[in-house]
């Protein structure tokens, strides 16, 4: 039997809050994270910078850090890297420890304050599209048998929750064939680990792969381990109504990490549009409140600063 680290959190305040942009930061802080690993090829050359991060974003107002994992894939890390699978097992296992170190150090912080909180580890796990790096996790436009597909996911599941995650973000993804085959890898094979699953959309209603999310929610509603479900990775504009549809169709808690409303060109690897921001951002935030979000965080383009404003409009 698995237990909940949300419900203490939800129990005791109205959202719980997510942290953003991993990649954002680490860009923007100069480093050259071009490689179909993404921001796993930092785990690698540039660790101390991952963990900066997590503390930066606990410090902003954070509940939940999201490790470092989503393309740390052990396939993907055989092929770029050339390691066997101890290798991938032992860097994926480091994304956890960063975390959990930055989580140590904001503890201290908080301490010195005189202030408490409770502050968790979810190991991302990212989809196979994110592995193939064309763009496919915003499509779902790829095919794998269940075994197989299975087989992506369990190193990295593996390594997680070995090294001690407090649950599992299976985060972005767009494909139900994918979603039934990792719900069932986490239910026989580990059954004591809690897991949050967060899709991209095609629509407010539609997975991207175009599956109705009522079938998608049916699938998920089945699984008690599932904790909460959402989306994530999507533009913020899209975030209201789908949280909406969905809280037409499931009582589990609802979360939404979208995007800085900034357009991601897979084509181009490039940014377009308007991010949202300041008092736009804070707005979104009761938004998603009043759509019904209890966790509520920022995915690609996000910063520190926008947890922050997350933070402050997640307070009551």
């Known amino acids: 039997m698995f237990s909940n680290p949300l419900e203490p959190l939800l129990a005791a305040k109205p959202v719980i809050v997510i942290d953003g942009a991993l990649a954002t930061e680490l860009e923007r802080w100069g480093l050259n994270l071009n490689s179909s690993?993404?921001?796993?090829?930092?785990?690698?050359?540039?660790?101390?910078s991952i963990y900066d991060v997590h503390l930066a974003y606990f410090l902003a107002g954070a509940?939940?850090?999201?490790?470092?994992?989503?393309?740390?894939?052990?396939?993907?890390?055989r092929e770029q890297l050339h390691f066997n699978e101890d290798e991938a097992k032992d860097l994926i296992r480091t994304s956890v420890a960063l975390a959990q170190r930055a989580r140590e150090k904001a503890h201290s912080h908080f301490a010195i304050e005189g202030t408490e909180k409770r502050l968790l580890i979810a190991g991302s796990v990212g989809p196979y599209g994110a592995y193939l790096a064309d763009g496919s996790e915003y499509r779902g436009?790829?095919?794998?048998?269940?075994?197989?597909?299975q087989d992506f996911h369990r190193a990295r599941i593996q390594a997680l929750v070995s090294g001690g995650v407090d649950l599992l973000a299976c985060e972005t993804m767009p494909s139900f064939a994918e979603i039934k085959a990792l719900a069932a890898l986490l239910a026989s094979e580990f059954p004591h680990a809690p897991a949050w699953f967060s899709f991209t959309l095609r629509d407010a209603a539609h997975l991207s792969d175009g599956t109705p999310l009522s079938l998608v929610l049916a699938h998920l509603d089945g699984f008690p381990q599932v904790l909460a479900v959402g989306v994530n990775c999507v533009p913020e504009d899209a975030v209201t109504a789908a949280l909406a549809h969905l809280r037409s169709l499931t009582s589990k808690p609802l979360l939404c990490y979208?995007?800085?409303?900034?357009?991601?060109d897979a084509v181009g690897k490039t940014w377009t549009g308007r991010r949202a921001q300041g008092a736009a951002l804070a707005q979104r935030v009761a938004e998603w409140r009043t759509a019904g979000a209890r966790l509520i965080g920022g995915c690609c383009r996000t910063t520190p600063g926008?947890?922050?404003v997350v933070a402050e409009n997640c307070r009551a």
């Not at 979208?258 to 991601?264: A, D, I, L, R, T």
């Open 306 to 308: 926008d947890i922050e």
């Open 258 to 264: 979208p995007n800085s409303g900034e357009v991601y």
């Open 37 to 48: 690993l993404w921001s796993a090829k930092a785990l690698l050359e540039h660790p101390q």
């Open 63 to 77: 509940d939940v850090a999201i490790t470092a994992s989503y393309q740390a894939s052990a396939k993907g890390l």
């Open 141 to 149: 436009d790829y095919e794998l048998p269940p075994a197989d597909m």
